[in-house]
T-cell receptor, first 111, second 113 residues
Framework: NAGVTQTPKFQVLKTGQSMTLQCAQD?????MYWYRQDPGMGLRLIYY???????DKGEVPNGYNVSRLNKREFSLRLESAAPSQTSVYFC??????????FGSGTRLTVV | DQQVKQNSPSLSVQEGRISILNCDYT??????FLWYKKYPAEGPTFLIS?????DKNEDGRFTVFLNKSAKHLSLHIVPSQPGDSAVYFC????????????FGKGTKLTVNP
Protein backbone atom coordinates (compact mmCIF):
# COMPACT_ATOMS: atom_id res chain seq x y z
CA ASN A 1 0.00 0.00 0.00
CA ALA A 2 1.17 3.52 -0.76
CA GLY A 3 2.05 5.59 2.26
CA VAL A 4 4.72 6.47 4.79
CA THR A 5 6.93 3.72 6.19
CA GLN A 6 8.87 4.15 9.40
CA THR A 7 11.54 1.87 10.83
CA PRO A 8 12.05 0.62 13.44
CA LYS A 9 8.68 0.37 15.20
CA PHE A 10 10.23 -0.02 18.65
CA GLN A 11 13.65 0.80 20.07
CA VAL A 12 15.26 0.86 23.49
CA LEU A 13 18.46 2.87 23.85
CA LYS A 14 20.82 3.52 26.70
CA THR A 15 21.59 7.12 27.59
CA GLY A 16 24.34 8.40 25.31
CA GLN A 17 23.76 5.93 22.49
CA SER A 18 22.97 7.12 19.00
CA MET A 19 20.48 5.92 16.45
CA THR A 20 18.74 6.91 13.23
CA LEU A 21 15.02 6.69 12.62
CA GLN A 22 14.19 6.00 9.00
CA CYS A 23 11.22 7.29 7.03
CA ALA A 24 10.27 6.74 3.40
CA GLN A 25 7.24 7.78 1.38
CA ASP A 26 6.13 6.61 -2.05
CA UNK A 27 3.54 9.28 -2.84
CA UNK A 28 5.93 11.67 -4.59
CA UNK A 29 5.34 14.27 -1.87
CA UNK A 30 7.65 17.23 -1.68
CA UNK A 31 7.41 17.98 2.03
CA MET A 32 8.30 15.67 4.89
CA TYR A 33 8.14 16.15 8.66
CA TRP A 34 9.22 14.60 11.93
CA TYR A 35 6.94 14.98 14.98
CA ARG A 36 7.11 13.64 18.49
CA GLN A 37 4.10 12.83 20.60
CA ASP A 38 4.25 12.98 24.36
CA PRO A 39 1.37 12.52 26.83
CA GLY A 40 -0.58 15.76 27.23
CA MET A 41 1.64 17.56 24.71
CA GLY A 42 0.06 16.68 21.39
CA LEU A 43 2.23 16.49 18.28
CA ARG A 44 5.26 18.74 18.25
CA LEU A 45 7.31 19.42 15.13
CA ILE A 46 11.00 18.52 15.40
CA TYR A 47 12.28 19.17 11.86
CA TYR A 48 10.80 19.44 8.43
CA UNK A 49 11.93 19.42 4.82
CA UNK A 50 9.95 21.47 2.32
CA UNK A 51 11.78 19.90 -0.61
CA UNK A 52 14.70 17.66 -1.44
CA UNK A 53 17.91 19.24 -0.23
CA UNK A 54 16.32 21.58 2.33
CA UNK A 55 15.68 21.12 6.04
CA ASP A 56 14.46 23.48 8.75
CA LYS A 57 14.01 23.41 12.49
CA GLY A 58 10.61 23.03 14.03
CA GLU A 59 9.41 23.65 17.56
CA VAL A 60 11.66 21.16 19.42
CA PRO A 61 14.86 20.53 17.37
CA ASN A 62 17.43 20.31 20.18
CA GLY A 63 19.20 16.95 20.36
CA TYR A 64 18.21 15.91 16.84
CA ASN A 65 19.60 16.10 13.32
CA VAL A 66 17.93 15.23 10.03
CA SER A 67 18.88 14.27 6.50
CA ARG A 68 16.70 14.53 3.42
CA LEU A 69 18.50 11.81 1.50
CA ASN A 70 16.33 12.11 -1.61
CA LYS A 71 12.72 12.94 -2.38
CA ARG A 72 11.49 9.71 -0.78
CA GLU A 73 13.55 9.49 2.40
CA PHE A 74 13.87 11.69 5.48
CA SER A 75 15.83 10.38 8.47
CA LEU A 76 16.01 11.60 12.06
CA ARG A 77 19.20 11.08 14.07
CA LEU A 78 19.73 11.17 17.81
CA GLU A 79 23.47 11.65 18.35
CA SER A 80 23.48 11.14 22.12
CA ALA A 81 20.15 9.90 23.41
CA ALA A 82 18.71 11.30 26.64
CA PRO A 83 15.76 10.05 28.75
CA SER A 84 13.88 13.24 27.76
CA GLN A 85 13.82 11.89 24.21
CA THR A 86 11.66 8.96 25.24
CA SER A 87 8.64 9.47 23.03
CA VAL A 88 6.67 8.25 20.04
CA TYR A 89 8.05 9.64 16.80
CA PHE A 90 5.94 10.15 13.70
CA CYS A 91 7.07 10.92 10.21
CA UNK A 92 4.64 12.59 7.80
CA UNK A 93 4.60 13.78 4.23
CA UNK A 94 2.40 16.08 2.21
CA UNK A 95 2.00 17.68 -1.17
CA UNK A 96 1.71 21.44 -0.69
CA UNK A 97 0.34 21.06 2.83
CA UNK A 98 -3.08 19.76 1.81
CA UNK A 99 -3.30 17.19 4.58
CA UNK A 100 -0.51 15.08 5.90
CA UNK A 101 -0.06 11.32 5.65
CA PHE A 102 1.54 9.87 8.76
CA GLY A 103 3.58 6.76 9.33
CA SER A 104 2.65 4.33 12.08
CA GLY A 105 5.29 5.66 14.47
CA THR A 106 8.46 4.61 16.28
CA ARG A 107 8.19 4.08 20.01
CA LEU A 108 11.56 5.02 21.53
CA THR A 109 12.57 4.44 25.14
CA VAL A 110 15.84 5.85 26.48
CA VAL A 111 16.96 4.32 29.77
CA ASP B 1 2.52 30.02 23.25
CA GLN B 2 -0.08 27.55 22.02
CA GLN B 3 -1.52 28.60 18.69
CA VAL B 4 -4.05 25.75 18.55
CA LYS B 5 -5.87 24.84 21.73
CA GLN B 6 -8.07 21.90 22.57
CA ASN B 7 -9.16 22.66 26.10
CA SER B 8 -10.94 19.38 26.80
CA PRO B 9 -8.47 16.52 27.29
CA SER B 10 -11.29 14.00 27.27
CA LEU B 11 -14.95 13.56 26.35
CA SER B 12 -17.31 10.70 27.04
CA VAL B 13 -20.63 10.20 25.19
CA GLN B 14 -23.22 7.48 24.76
CA GLU B 15 -23.50 5.55 21.53
CA GLY B 16 -26.00 7.18 19.17
CA ARG B 17 -25.62 10.64 20.70
CA ILE B 18 -23.76 13.61 19.27
CA SER B 19 -20.06 14.17 20.05
CA ILE B 20 -18.82 17.75 19.86
CA LEU B 21 -15.09 18.38 19.96
CA ASN B 22 -13.87 21.96 20.18
CA CYS B 23 -10.76 23.77 19.06
CA ASP B 24 -9.60 27.39 19.34
CA TYR B 25 -6.76 29.09 17.52
CA THR B 26 -4.93 32.35 18.01
CA UNK B 27 -3.09 32.91 14.71
CA UNK B 28 -5.28 34.95 12.35
CA UNK B 29 -3.09 33.84 9.42
CA UNK B 30 -4.38 30.28 9.66
CA UNK B 31 -6.59 29.56 6.66
CA UNK B 32 -6.84 25.77 6.54
CA PHE B 33 -8.01 23.54 9.35
CA LEU B 34 -8.00 19.78 9.73
CA TRP B 35 -9.08 17.10 12.14
CA TYR B 36 -7.03 13.95 12.61
CA LYS B 37 -8.06 10.78 14.41
CA LYS B 38 -5.58 8.57 16.21
CA TYR B 39 -6.00 5.08 17.55
CA PRO B 40 -3.46 3.64 20.03
CA ALA B 41 -0.27 2.32 18.41
CA GLU B 42 -1.17 3.85 15.04
CA GLY B 43 -0.30 7.06 13.26
CA PRO B 44 -2.86 9.89 13.01
CA THR B 45 -5.20 9.61 10.05
CA PHE B 46 -6.88 12.48 8.25
CA LEU B 47 -10.57 12.84 9.03
CA ILE B 48 -11.96 16.07 7.62
CA SER B 49 -10.79 19.56 6.72
CA UNK B 50 -12.17 23.03 6.09
CA UNK B 51 -10.86 26.07 4.31
CA UNK B 52 -11.32 29.53 5.78
CA UNK B 53 -13.57 30.48 2.87
CA UNK B 54 -16.20 28.07 4.23
CA ASP B 55 -18.01 27.86 7.53
CA LYS B 56 -19.13 24.24 7.31
CA ASN B 57 -17.97 21.01 5.74
CA GLU B 58 -19.72 17.65 5.95
CA ASP B 59 -18.55 14.13 5.31
CA GLY B 60 -21.02 11.47 6.33
CA ARG B 61 -21.37 11.46 10.11
CA PHE B 62 -18.67 14.11 10.51
CA THR B 63 -19.22 17.85 10.21
CA VAL B 64 -16.71 20.59 10.91
CA PHE B 65 -17.88 24.13 11.69
CA LEU B 66 -15.62 27.17 11.48
CA ASN B 67 -16.31 30.49 13.19
CA LYS B 68 -13.56 32.81 11.97
CA SER B 69 -14.60 35.80 14.05
CA ALA B 70 -14.34 33.72 17.22
CA LYS B 71 -11.30 31.78 15.94
CA HIS B 72 -13.11 28.60 16.84
CA LEU B 73 -13.86 25.34 15.11
CA SER B 74 -15.75 22.29 16.18
CA LEU B 75 -16.14 18.71 15.01
CA HIS B 76 -19.57 17.10 15.29
CA ILE B 77 -19.99 13.35 15.08
CA VAL B 78 -23.59 12.18 14.66
CA PRO B 79 -24.45 9.51 15.61
CA SER B 80 -21.44 8.52 17.68
CA GLN B 81 -20.29 4.91 17.49
CA PRO B 82 -17.96 2.90 19.75
CA GLY B 83 -15.48 2.69 16.88
CA ASP B 84 -15.15 6.48 17.04
CA SER B 85 -13.34 6.14 20.36
CA ALA B 86 -9.91 7.65 19.68
CA VAL B 87 -7.83 10.75 20.23
CA TYR B 88 -8.82 13.62 17.95
CA PHE B 89 -6.30 16.28 17.01
CA CYS B 90 -7.21 19.67 15.63
CA UNK B 91 -4.61 21.18 13.28
CA UNK B 92 -4.19 24.44 11.40
CA UNK B 93 -1.92 25.87 8.76
CA UNK B 94 -1.20 29.02 6.87
CA UNK B 95 -1.40 27.86 3.26
CA UNK B 96 -0.03 31.12 2.01
CA UNK B 97 2.98 30.76 4.27
CA UNK B 98 4.97 27.82 5.55
CA UNK B 99 2.27 25.15 5.08
CA UNK B 100 3.39 23.56 8.34
CA UNK B 101 0.60 22.05 10.41
CA UNK B 102 0.29 23.19 14.02
CA PHE B 103 -1.50 20.66 16.20
CA GLY B 104 -3.55 20.95 19.35
CA LYS B 105 -2.91 18.62 22.27
CA GLY B 106 -5.78 16.35 21.39
CA THR B 107 -9.08 15.25 22.92
CA LYS B 108 -9.66 11.64 23.86
CA LEU B 109 -13.19 10.64 22.87
CA THR B 110 -14.80 7.61 24.47
CA VAL B 111 -18.11 6.39 23.05
CA ASN B 112 -19.85 4.05 25.47
CA PRO B 113 -22.10 1.27 24.13
Amino acid sequence: NAGVTQTPKFQVLKTGQSMTLQCAQDMNHNSMYWYRQDPGMGLRLIYYSASEGTTDKGEVPNGYNVSRLNKREFSLRLESAAPSQTSVYFCASTWRGWGYTFGSGTRLTVV
Amino acid sequence: DQQVKQNSPSLSVQEGRISILNCDYTNSMFDYFLWYKKYPAEGPTFLISISSIKDKNEDGRFTVFLNKSAKHLSLHIVPSQPGDSAVYFCAASDQGGSEKLVFGKGTKLTVNP
